[in-house]
């Protein structure tokens, strides 16, 4: 049903999980724990998986919050659930019972942890996030909690790995034009003029040069994985028509 990061689960008094496909009752394309509120899969089913998902975290039912994901920069800070889900990209909280989530199919579903301060964070971070800020963002607001960056636990979970994640000439220029290291991220591809891009090597790059402590990167690829992951590329490469939603959550025990 899920997998952890061993950095993050030496920490005392904190819960966590990266969450499988495995364990839930969605049928069909979404088969297993379908968490995404998004998807066109049957809300009952969305529902009892987050539910699942929500005891499997301690937490109470309706404390499993995750935003309305739009590839942002924005980090939101959370103390209660909300009426209405904020339009970011990441969740922190320094409150007990209440578990930072992401929703995730392919980007990076990044979760933080400074144990000595008791704040936690999730972060949903593909490419556009990545490069707009969202990591950063989100250390930002952890250190306006109390964090400290160099006591800070970051795990990079499953995400789309380079071997699985092709990128064309469009996004290597302007990728490439960004800063003069990105080019490290690229590896030639079997098209001509594309390349295989390293998401969560640009993740991690991003982390440490933010002064991040630990950083742990638990090296699954979702689009590899069927059998446990979900995969918007996989589903856009089949035709099918939706795809289910991984849930990363981290919460204060």
Known sequence: MKVESSALAALPGIR???FTR????SGGIYAGLNGGTGSRDEPTHVAENRARMEASLGVP???LLTCWQIH???CV???RPWDERPKADAVATATPGIAAAVAIADCGPVLFADGEARVVAAAHSGWKGAVGGVLESTLARMEALGARRERI???IGPLIRQPSYE???DFIASFTALADGNKRFLVPSARAHHAMFDLPGYIAARLKAAGVGTVED????TYADEARFFSYRRATHRGEPDYGRLVAAITLV
Do not use: I, K
């Open 16 to 18: 966590h999980a990266f």
């Open 22 to 25: 495995e364990g839930g009752v």
């Open 61 to 63: 039912a309706g404390h």
């Open 72 to 74: 942002s920069r924005d």
């Open 77 to 79: 800070v959370v103390d």
């Open 153 to 155: 636990v970051a795990a």
């Open 167 to 169: 990128v064309g000439p």
């Open 218 to 221: 638990l090296g699954l690829d």
